[in-house]
């Protein structure tokens, strides 16, 4: 039997926590063994800046190993574990600002292949920053159905800067509030964030390839240019 009391615990991308609850392992001689308990998030914070290219794609879209093919010790203990949250877990950091938290997650199958069932949410008004955008969650639910190929199954709905640029700008949305700023002055300045994340993103790409230290591309080419020409500075 194994007991937690406000452990503090270190998960994947730096993921800090604070965990509580209990475990009983079973391991007869003969027959299945059993993991049974019950596991508490007591909090987490993830404020470590993350490469979203090295360090999160790569995992996010590598082919999901199939399961069953394989057995041995893990395939015989049966899991009957739920997960619950008392602050959710919290994320400030280069791709994120947001918190998600869920009522309680239940995992079943077997300790090779796991089976988790329940929702994750994020706090509506969360905001997800990449390639020069900031993109607001108004709805974020990611769903564990019970089937580890597919899940989980989100359910999502977003309004890009593109769309409202005092997304993510609390100075230009004061600004536009009192008067000083004019709504298209705004959109133009969301334009050229916009093309500013994708022209950079390109450049620094470009000296990756080129075994080059830096690549800038500009002026920007944003909706009221004039002059549309661009200067290649390495």
Known sequence: ELLLDAVRYRLDYGLRTVLSGGFALT???????????TLTVERGVL????????????????????????????????LD?????LQGVRVKNNLADLRASWDRLT???TAWNPVVRGDIEVDPEGLVFAYGQTVRLDRAVA???????????????????????????????AA?????LEPEALGDRAAGAVSAGA???????????????RISVRPLLVFGETDPSARLTV
Do not use: H, K, W
Request: proline content about 9%; aromatic content about 4%; charged content about 25%.
């Open 143 to 173: 769903r564990f159905t019970g089937d580890p190929v597919n899940d989980p199954v989100l359910d999502i709905e977003t309004t890009p800067s593109m769309e409202d640029p005092r997304i993510g700008q609390p100075q230009a949305s």
């Open 176 to 180: 536009l509030l009192s008067g000083a």
């Open 81 to 85: 574990v739920s997960v619950d949250t």
């Open 107 to 109: 995992i079943g199958g």
């Open 199 to 213: 022209l950079g993103y390109l450049g620094e790409r470009l000296a990756s390839s080129l075994g080059l230290g």
């Open 47 to 78: 404020d470590r800046d993350i490469d979203l290219e090295r360090e999160f794609l790569p995992r996010f879209l590598s082919p999901t190993p199939s399961t069953g093919t394989e057995s041995g010790f893990l395939d015989t203990i049966d």
């Open 27 to 37: 391991l007869p001689a003969t027959g299945r063994g059993s993991l049974v308990g």
